[in-house]
């Protein structure tokens, strides 16, 4: 497998890949330095991978006024998003259908298609997510999931690398013994093989079951199989030593409606959530305090109603123009009397 991972096709993928994810960085990014120098550092990475000798460098974290960045160099981006290439053609096979963040699995438009597709036909929904799910992924647990697909010794020894990574937070180093890295090539496939026994075992029970990473959807004909799903659930959470988000869990019935990726989903048709339109309504106030134009705002608008509508076709029921209507100067108080009303209807079981 090593061989397949320093091979020239892989590194040149990985390299096409991190120049494109990263041709807006700044001047002294060492994207850069990289792709000067590409010609020579090519052959030194594949010799380093094949004798087993590569070594990934300290992670930084990069604290912006909205954000906390995981930021790995470019060169190890680099190293990580050759192997997710191909443990991914390996896993793909393996991992189930309905995990659907995995690349060519239809993504978070598709999990929703399936889910409003099928929602009309069952009584009952059970929807929940795991808190902070990377950051509670065990090492120990995850790479004996791995170790049953992966048998290099090279390729698990640069894994354990991964997992176990230093990061410098402003000066401060510390060492990581538990969760995997956010904004890493490789870490949605460990995300998708971490949970893969809670898909299995949906499976077995023959139930209609959505997962979007560490978010899923369960949907029952009877409070009898719902009862038996939710218990399924809860051990395998258990095993994985993980636990539900506290304030993203539900079950009840089907015509009542419930939350799930941003919108709302009924038998009716989507919707789009209340949370959803609140951070708009958030992002817009955030535009004007920092004395955004007019026009800035409302391309920010637009895109924003593209994205709502992509991939979703008459399954979404609400008006994506009256959610975002400009209404000369006035927008932004128009956007937020609409956010209070359309909450308030969905807090009522009256969406508009």
Not at 22 to 28: E, G, K, P
């Amino acid at each position: 497998m090593i061989d397949r991972i320093a091979a020239e096709a892989t590194l040149e993928a990985a390299y096409a890949w991190v120049c494109q994810q990263r041709q807006h960085h700044h001047f002294n990014s060492d994207v850069w330095v990289l792709r000067r120098h590409w010609a020579e550092r090519k052959p030194q990475i594949q010799t380093l991978l094949l004798k087993g000798q590569y070594r990934f460098r300290e992670q930084r974290v990069i604290t912006t006024p909205d954000d906390e960045i995981e930021y790995w160099c470019a060169q190890d981006a680099l190293v990580l998003k050759a192997i997710s290439l191909v443990l991914t053609e390996d896993w793909l096979p393996l991992l189930s259908p309905q995990c659907f963040h995995i690349a060519g699995r239809g993504g978070l438009k598709g999990a929703l298609r399936q889910v409003a597709d099928q929602v009309g036909s069952y009584d009952f929904f059970y929807r929940t997510d795991v808190k902070s799910y990377y950051a509670s992924i065990n090492h120990g647990l995850l790479m004996a999931q791995v170790e049953q697909y992966v048998q290099d010794p090279l390729v698990l020894s640069l894994l354990w690398d991964y997992l176990k990574r230093v990061v410098n937070d402003g000066g401060w180093w510390r060492s990581v013994y538990q969760g995997i890295s956010l904004g890493c090539p490789l870490s949605p496939l460990m995300g998708a093989l971490y949970l893969k026994p809670l898909d299995d075992r949906m499976a077995a029970l023959g139930v209609v079951y959505v997962r979007y990473m560490d978010d899923w959807v369960v949907l029952a004909s009877s409070r009898w199989q719902l009862r038996r799903a939710i218990r399924a659930v809860r051990q395998e959470m258990a095993r994985l030593r993980v636990v539900p988000h506290p304030d993203k869990t539900a079950l009840g019935r089907t015509t009542k409606g419930f939350d799930f990726l941003g919108y709302w989903v009924t038998p009716a048709g989507l919707r789009v959530a209340a949370r959803t339109v609140g951070r708009m309504v958030e992002k817009v106030g955030r535009l004007n305090e920092q004395g955004a134009t007019g026009r800035r705002i409302d391309r920010y608008l637009h895109h924003w109603r593209r994205w709502v509508t992509a991939g979703l076709g008459q399954r979404l029921l609400t008006d994506p123009l009256e959610l975002t209507a400009y209404v000369g100067e006035g927008y932004i108080e128009y956007v937020v009397v609409f956010y209070t009303e359309y909450s308030n209807d969905l807090r009522n079981g009256n969406p508009r």
